[in-house]
C-alpha cells in the first residue's frame, strides 16, 4: 500500500543513488509501468548514469532475455540537474499542457 501511495499522486519518478529500499521502489514501479498495470504516463528517470549501469547491468538483462531492449525506453538517465529538469520539463509538457494531453491518470 506505501509502494501504491508513493506512485498514485507522482507526475514524474526520479530516482537517486540507494540501497536495497530504493532498488525494490525503483523496480516496483518500472514493473507496472513495463506490464501496463498503470494506465500512467509517466517519465521515469534514474539519476546518475555510472551508478545505475554498475548497479543494474541492462544490457545483461537484454541479453538474457529477463526484459526486453525496448523496455529500456521506459526510463532515461541524467548526469546534471540542468539535463534532469530539461527532461522531465518536455515530457510533463507533453503529457499534461499540450492540447489533448491527458489531465491526471490512474495508477
Known amino acids: 500500500m506505501r509502494k501504491f501511495w508513493f506512485f498514485y499522486p507522482a507526475k514524474a519518478m526520479v530516482v537517486f543513488p540507494g540501497g536495497f529500499g530504493t532498488l525494490d521502489e525503483c523496480m516496483e514501479i518500472l514493473t507496472l509501468i513495463q506490464t501496463r498495470k498503470s494506465s500512467k504516463k509517466i517519465p521515469f528517470l534514474l539519476y546518475g548514469k555510472s551508478y545505475w549501469n554498475e548497479v543494474l547491468n541492462f544490457e545483461a538483462m537484454v541479453r538474457w532475455g529477463t526484459v526486453d531492449r ?33 489531465r491526471g491518470g490512474a495508477a
Open 70 to 102: 525496448q523496455d529500456l525506453e521506459l526510463f532515461r538517465f541524467a548526469d546534471t540537474p540542468e539535463e534532469a529538469f530539461q527532461y522531465l520539463r518536455q515530457r510533463l509538457t507533453e503529457a499534461h499542457l499540450k492540447p489533448g494531453a491527458s
